[in-house]
């Protein structure tokens, strides 16, 4: 049973960090490109960051290149978007994702930046 959960979200002020961790399990973690996307309500899912299956290098939408790093462990299956500096408009559901032929979604984690 594939699975992909996603953990870290919470509340934070203007200018803080979080980090987001997804865990995945059923599928052969280090063949897929993993990515993160976010949502907010009565707007589409949007692209935040990837990372291809060796893991050398992101990939990053523009608002979130400078704060944003992803990264993975092939041994732990996980993927990880640490965000720095976050803003207000960064408020969202964050989704994983993983894409190999195959394409599989976490549940999302809510991230809140508010002060």
């Known amino acids: 049973q594939v699975q992909l959960v996603e953990s870290g979200g919470g509340l934070v002020q203007p200018g803080g960090s979080l980090r987001l961790s997804c865990t995945a399990s059923?599928?052969?973690?280090?063949?897929?490109?993993m990515s993160w996307y976010r949502q907010v309500p009565g707007k589409e899912r949007e692209f935040v960051a990837g990372m291809w299956s060796t893991g050398s290098s992101g990939n990053y939408a523009d608002f979130a290149k400078g704060r944003f790093t992803i990264s993975r462990d092939n041994a732990k299956n996980t993927v990880y978007l640490q965000m720095n500096n976050l803003k207000p408009e960064d408020t969202a559901v964050y989704y994983c994702?993983?894409?190999?032929?195959?394409?599989?979604w976490g549940q999302g984690t809510q991230v809140t930046v508010s002060s």
């Open positions: 059923g599928f052969i973690f280090s063949r897929y490109v």
């Open positions: 994702k993983a894409s190999s032929g195959s394409v599989y």
